[in-house]
């Protein structure tokens, strides 16, 4: 079976520091993964997703970054945190190509992370 | 920006009764679906229904879609206190690239 680990849960940062979240996908291959911002009390912001190694796009211009060194890892940095990218982030993998199923996502446990 | 916009921003009720929650979308969709999410914790997908069907049940779950008003709605009966969650929908355009409501808090008191 397909399971999603996302660590660390929790993150507690200076303004200015750096920061990476990593996320790993097992039991499948070639996965869509995808990064979410859930700010306090609100719905999901599409961030980043992935359909292979090394093929990112961007959905909103801002202050993170992310890569996809293996098929099944998937990683969200920034050289300097604001204090706005506060919040809970979410990794969530898909299936792709003739694997996909229903579109539907799997995600991650999510890391909380505050910017101070 | 954000698709979808689910109606009410909160809902409480008692055990045993019934919960419906609405979503409203802007453009064409290929799918619509609901997740659920515990306080602090992952969403978790419940059902998907596609545009060219019009309801959906799974278990305790019923699920309508109007594409001519762009509006979904989730049904939950018999509700129970473990059903307390935050429930959202989520629009797919094509490439699964999900756009998310901003959510209703369900509350059931026991």
């Known amino acids: 079976s397909q399971t999603i680990h996302q660590w660390p849960a929790t993150l507690v940062q200076p303004v200015g520091s750096p920061l990476s979240l990593e996320c790993t996908v097992e039991g499948t291959s070639n996965p869509n993964l995808y990064w979410y911002r859930q700010a306090a009390g609100r719905g999901l912001q599409l961030l980043f997703y992935?359909?292979?190694?090394?093929?990112i796009s961007s959905e909103v211009p801002q202050n993170l970054s992310a890569s996809r060194p293996q098929d099944r890892q998937f990683i969200l940095s920034s050289k300097k945190l604001l204090l706005s990218d506060s919040g809970f982030y979410l990794c969530?993998?898909?299936?792709?190509?003739?694997?996909?199923?229903?579109?539907?996502?799997?995600f991650g446990e999510g890391s909380r992370l505050t910017v101070l | 920006s954000q698709q979808g916009e689910e109606d009410p921003q909160a809902l409480s009720i008692q055990e045993g009764e019934n919960a419906t929650m609405n979503c409203s979308y802007k453009t064409s969709i290929n799918n619509l679906q609901w997740y659920r999410q515990n306080s602090g914790r992952g969403l978790v997908h419940l059902i998907l229904?596609?545009?060219?069907?019009r309801e959906k049940h799974s278990g305790r779950l019923r699920v309508t879609l109007d594409t001519s008003k762009k509006s979904s709605s989730l049904l939950i009966t018999a509700s129970r206190a473990a059903d307390t969650a935050s429930y959202f929908c989520a629009t797919g355009a094509g490439f699964q690239k999900l756009v998310f409501g901003t959510g209703t808090r369900l509350l059931v008191s026991p």
């Open positions: 992935s359909v292979g190694i090394g093929q």
């Open positions: 969530a993998w898909s299936g792709s190509g003739q694997g996909a199923r229903t579109g539907e996502l799997f």
């Open positions: 229904i596609r545009s060219n069907e």
